[in-house]
C-alpha cells in the first residue's frame, strides 16, 4: 500500500461545477500537509497548506481529518484554469515529503 | 527574483554517458532534493541534502550521485549504471522543518539518443 494514495481520476467536469479530491495517507506520524498543482510538463507549484481547522482560499477549501488520515480539496466554480493534475504531499515533523500520484482534472466548456 | 534554476531545460545522453544536470537556488535554504517524474507517474525521489557536504539516499538512487560543495548547489550525476534514465527530473528546496512545503525548479527532461 502506498503512504499516500490519491484516486487518478480523471475528473472531468463542466465549467462551474463543484469539484473534491480525496487524499489518504498511512503514516499517522505526518505532520504537515500541502495541495500542489502540476500542469503538463510543468513543475508542481504550491497552491495551499492544509491547516488542521480548514483553510480557504479564494475558491479553493482544503480539509485535514486527522482521525481518518485524509486531506481533502474542494475546488468550487471550476475555471478552465484549474484543468491541472493536484498532487497531495504529506510531511512528517522529520521534514521527510512524501507526494501522492496526483488526480487529474479536466474542465470542459 | 529568489528561486530554483536548473539546466539545461533538454538533455541527451549517449549510451555509457555520464550527465551532470545542474540545479541552484538563492532562497537561502538549507535542504535540496533530487526527484524523478515518468510520464503519468508521481515523484520519486532520489537523492535529498540537509546541510552543506552531506546528502542521504532517497527511494531510487541507484545509477545517480550528487555532491553539495555549496548551499546554493546540488547537481545530480546521471551515471551509465541508470539504463533507464529517460525521465523528467525535477529539483526541489526548502526550509527545514516539518512544516515546510518544498519550492521545485522547472524541471530538466532527459532522453537517451
Known amino acids: 500500500r502506498k503512504e499516500v494514495e490519491q484516486d487518478p481520476g480523471p475528473f472531468n467536469v463542466p465549467e462551474g461545477a463543484t469539484v473534491a479530491f480525496n487524499c489518504t495517507y498511512s503514516n499517522s506520524a505526518s505532520q504537515s500537509f500541502f495541495w500542489y498543482r502540476q500542469d503538463c510538463r510543468k513543475e508542481p507549484k504550491l497552491l495551499m497548506s492544509?491547516?488542521?481547522s480548514g483553510n480557504e482560499d479564494g475558491r479553493f477549501t482544503a480539509q485535514l481529518n486527522r482521525a481518518s488520515q485524509y486531506i481533502s480539496l474542494l475546488i468550487r466554480d471550476s475555471k478552465l484554469s484549474d484543468s491541472a493534475t493536484y498532487l497531495c504531499?504529506?510531511?512528517?515533523?522529520?521534514?521527510?515529503?512524501?507526494f501522492g500520484d496526483g488526480t487529474t482534472l479536466t474542465v470542459k466548456p | 527574483d529568489g528561486g530554483i534554476t536548473q539546466s539545461p531545460k533538454y538533455l541527451f545522453r549517449k549510451e555509457g554517458q555520464n550527465v551532470t544536470l545542474s540545479c541552484e537556488q538563492n532562497l537561502n535554504h538549507d535542504a535540496m532534493y533530487w526527484y524523478r517524474q515518468d510520464p503519468g507517474q508521481g515523484l520519486r525521489l532520489i537523492y535529498y541534502?540537509?546541510?552543506?557536504?552531506?546528502?542521504q539516499k532517497g527511494d531510487i538512487a541507484e545509477g545517480y550521485s550528487v555532491s553539495r560543495e555549496k548551499k546554493e548547489s546540488f547537481p545530480l550525476t546521471v551515471t551509465s549504471a541508470q539504463k533507464n534514465p529517460t525521465a523528467f527530473y525535477l529539483c526541489?528546496?526548502?526550509?527545514?522543518?516539518?512544516?515546510?512545503?518544498?519550492?521545485f525548479g522547472d524541471g530538466t527532461r532527459l532522453s537517451i539518443l
Open positions: 492544509v491547516y488542521s
Open positions: 526541489a528546496s526548502s526550509i527545514i522543518g516539518g512544516n515546510q512545503p518544498q519550492h
Open positions: 541534502s540537509q546541510i552543506v557536504n552531506d546528502f
Open positions: 504531499v504529506v510531511n512528517t515533523n522529520a521534514g521527510k515529503s512524501t
